[in-house]
């Protein structure tokens, strides 16, 4: 098997970070947010409801150890403890294994409460993109779930869906939304409904002559209907924003822009980690419920 | 707020919507199920929240078929769940 | 009187020439990046074998996916075209006349059918562009497990334990069963809940159209020894696999030519 060699196409950077200019002294609460998803798992930390810091790193065979990893990771040259931490919120598609939190939430709402974090009290559509899974959640101006879509059964319009061509193509992750946007002109979408009969086209185009530019364009094209046709379903009210992993592919974001007629808000900060962000938030509220403070 | 559960892949959309402000909790569709597609959780969307209807997780990816012995090609299409329901929570996308 | 029948799948394409009710060739091939030149070669080399010529065949009916890629095209030429369902109808009627529901499992495509009296379809329901639904799923799984798709069946019948098939798609299911294999799950089991999955998925839509005895399953995974058990399980009730059962359409193909083609 060469999975050696393929390895390498579908890699991203795992990272931590600290705020500059914060200090967790004086803080009141403070609180952490675990996301652990099915490909990549996020530890956001907050201080009374601001980012402090945050780490992502990918989701290994045991989702417990994986939890704590990314948590220490997240604190590491901050001089806070596990133990510092006054409440400690779970969500994403591993969410019942994280075993230090006090609670655990549905990735929806947390997607949701990070969204706007991340992009402002004006956010209404969140599409998430994940490794596994492509949601579309509906909210209101204080990021309460309205509505919600959730589609982790089918690789197509997933994070998976892209490793799987970045394999075929043998072009890195990360370079595949410049690859595919590299054209002159829009050729026609291949099959969106299905990764496995995209690939078969896909390989047929390359095999006719396509250049890797113009098949990267057209499953990328095929990617972003599928997606409109997802977020459809909900609808879509301004302000449109993206989180998770692949909202970083400008090749996705800008087609889905595009059918949509709705540019998306950019973000200020990484949206791979709305949903540990919106877990943080969550746990910031409970613990001050906690001290009876609301 | 509405939830939708279910998938859409290259057969189609396959939707069971449920309005959870419309819900009461009931459970009626729950028992009315022969498949045991559905199940009454806690709603955890919001702080505060009461019970909901909700499609059980190991039946959200394969609700087509899970679904599949209410919906004949041919002949009446009575879906238990849709005709039990009071305050017409639930509805399907096929 | 001698008639053609071509099943253009999604992978394999498949040729039956019948005189005057008896098969006397048939042949299958891959389908190729050129589809109809692979109907064509195959019909030929077919045809070839059997001592005839385009000449000798009084009518050609084509059916499956790829079936316009022959219609009135030459060297194939077929006069018509019919749908897989009703190929599947006719000739599973033919190869068992008691026949009330086919099941056809092809590599890209499931489908349900309801026959009546006659072999007449009186319902139908299809699994399409899914390969999870289809025979690429087990054929995908045995890349994941790295054995030949052949020794799927044999080892799923070795299983000595059920787990559940979480994924229902194929590129997740390549996941899961990575991972189950470095739960130092044996193939034997993992094969055999592949099976599972697919029969169970196969088995639902069949509901859609009611199991009426008797039932009949074609198509190339109708081969699959490990394909038949979780699926009369799914359905309760004995099926039956015709000889030859990835051909029934083609054949199906080749008696419909007969019945009009005067």
Redesign the interface.
């Given at each position: 098997m060469t999975e050696v060699k393929t390895v390498e196409y579908w890699r991203w950077p795992e990272y931590r970070h600290t705020i500059p200019g914060k200090d967790w002294h004086n803080a009141k609460s403070i609180t952490a947010g675990v996301d652990i998803g099915s490909v990549g798992s996020k530890a956001a930390v907050m201080l009374d409801g601001e980012l402090y810091a945050f780490a992502i790193t990918r989701t290994g065979g045991v989702s417990e150890a994986t939890a704590v990893k990314v948590t220490n990771w997240a604190l590491e040259g901050t001089g806070l403890q596990m133990a510092n931490i006054n409440y400690v919120v779970g969500t994403g598609y591993g969410r019942v294994n994280v075993p230090f939190a006090k609670k655990t939430i549905t990735e929806i709402a947390c997607h949701a409460r990070g969204a706007h974090y991340i992009y402002g009290p004006t956010v209404r559509t969140v599409l998430d993109i994940g490794g596994q899974d492509c949601k579309a959640i509906r909210c209101d101006e204080k990021g309460k779930v309205l509505s919600f879509l959730m589609n982790d059964k089918c690789a197509a319009g997933t994070g998976r869906g892209l490793e799987v061509f970045a394999d075929l193509i043998r072009v890195p992750m990360l370079e595949l939304d410049k690859v595919s946007l590299n054209v002159e002109q829009e050729p026609p979408p291949v099959s969106n409904t299905c990764v496995i009969f995209a690939k078969a086209e896909s390989l047929a185009l390359l095999r006719q002559g396509w250049s890797k530019e113009k098949v990267a364009a057209a499953y990328h094209a095929a990617m972003a209907d599928r997606i409109v046709d997802l977020l459809t379903r909900v609808g879509v009210e301004k302000d449109f924003v993206a989180t998770g992993g692949v909202a970083k592919n400008a090749g996705i974001i800008l087609r889905v822009e595009r059918l949509l007629g709705i540019k998306a808000l950019k973000p200020r900060i990484d949206p791979i980690t709305a949903g540990a962000i919106g877990a943080a938030l969550f746990a910031q509220a409970l613990h001050e419920k906690e001290l009876g403070l609301r | 707020?509405?939830?939708?559960?279910?998938?859409?892949?290259?057969?189609g959309?396959y939707?069971i919507i449920i309005d959870t402000d419309k819900c009461n909790g009931c459970g009626k569709c729950v028992e009315a199920c022969p498949h045991q597609v559905l199940e009454i959780v806690l709603n955890?969307?919001?702080?505060e929240g009461g019970n909901m209807a909700s499609v059980r997780e190991?039946q959200?990816?394969?609700i087509?078929?899970?679904c599949?012995?209410c919906?004949?090609?041919?002949g009446e299409r009575k879906m238990p769940c849709i005709l039990v329901c009071e305050p017409k929570a639930i509805t399907h996308?096929w | 009187m001698i008639t053609a029948g071509v099943d253009i799948g999604a992978k394999i394409v498949k040729v039956v020439i019948l005189d005057n009710g008896k098969v006397i060739g048939r042949g299958k091939a891959l389908v190729g990046f050129d589809v109809g030149k692979s109907a064509s070669d195959l019909f030929e080399t077919v045809l070839k074998n059997a001592s005839l010529s385009r000449n000798n065949v009084k009518k050609v009916v084509a059916t499956g996916t790829g079936r316009e890629s022959v219609h009135n095209k030459p060297p194939v030429n077929a006069e018509e075209v019919v749908s897989e369902v009703v190929a599947d109808a006719v000739g599973a009627f033919y190869l068992v006349p008691t026949v009330r529901t086919v099941i056809d499992v092809g590599a890209e495509e499931g489908r349900g059918v309801k026959v009546g009296e006659g072999g007449k379809v009186k319902d139908f329901v299809i699994n399409e562009r899914c390969a999870a639904g289809a025979g690429t799923f087990i054929e995908t799984m045995a890349r994941a497990l790295e054995v030949k798709v052949e020794e799927m069946g044999p080892l799923s019948l070795k299983s000595t334990q059920t787990i559940p098939m979480n994924a229902q798609c194929c590129v997740f299911a390549e996941s899961e069963v990575v991972t189950l294999i470095h739960s130092k799950v044996s193939k034997e089991d993992i094969s055999k809940a592949i099976h599972d999955a697919i029969a169970s998925r196969i088995g639902s839509m069949v509901l859609r159209v009611g199991v009426e005895k008797d039932v009949v399953l074609i198509g190339g995974p109708a081969l699959n020894p490990g394909f038949l058990p979780p699926l009369k399980r799914e359905l309760n009730t004995d099926i039956i696999v015709p000889e030859y059962p990835e051909y029934v359409s083609a054949l199906g193909a080749a008696i419909i030519a007969a019945k009009d083609g005067v």
């Open positions: - | 707020m509405l939830a939708h559960y279910g998938y859409k892949d290259g057969s959309d939707f955890d969307y919001d702080i190991e959200r990816k394969k087509k078929y899970a599949a012995p919906k004949p090609v041919s996308s | -």
